[in-house]
């Protein structure tokens, strides 16, 4: 199902989730390199997904499982670009009941995802609160906003 961010623009340079890493394309420079992603040793299997997008300036992977009505989803951010050893767990999320897929992080960093209903709702990443949105309709393509 074609629903997790794969794709994102950031400083200059475009990403694209592949073969469990990303590809990065230099604009300015043209030039391609990979970035790893991040070790996530036994969370990495069939039931899992990745995704990725921006939280506070830096490259976030999503994962969670897809399966189940109770989701979990784990934050990890490259703290310095394009060095792979500064992958941190930043946070996790979770479980919580009736959400389906990430979209991605708010201004405020707060993780937006959609619920069963197919609304937009919005967690807070300290309390894990849940705050409807009021934004239904969602189709499987939308994206949050790229940081240019």
Known sequence: M??????????GTYHSLACKSILA????????????LPD????RDA??????NVLDSCIAVIVH????????FDIWVMREYGVEESWTKQFKIGPISGVDRPLGF????NLLLVDHKGKV??????????KN??????????QTPLKY
């Open 121 to 130: 709702v919005s967690c807070d990443s300290n309390t894990h609160e849940i």
């Open 65 to 72: 499982v897809v399966e189940g009505v109770e989701k979990s």
């Open 106 to 109: 708010g201004n405020n960093g």
């Open 25 to 36: 394309f230099d604009m300015s420079h043209e030039v391609f390199r990979w970035i790893a």
């Open 40 to 43: 996530l040793g036994n969370l």
């Open 2 to 11: 074609p629903w997790s961010c794969s794709e994102m623009y950031l400083n």
């Open 133 to 142: 949105l009021n934004i239904r309709g969602v189709p499987l393509s939308l």
């Open 47 to 52: 039931s899992t997904k990745e995704s990725f």
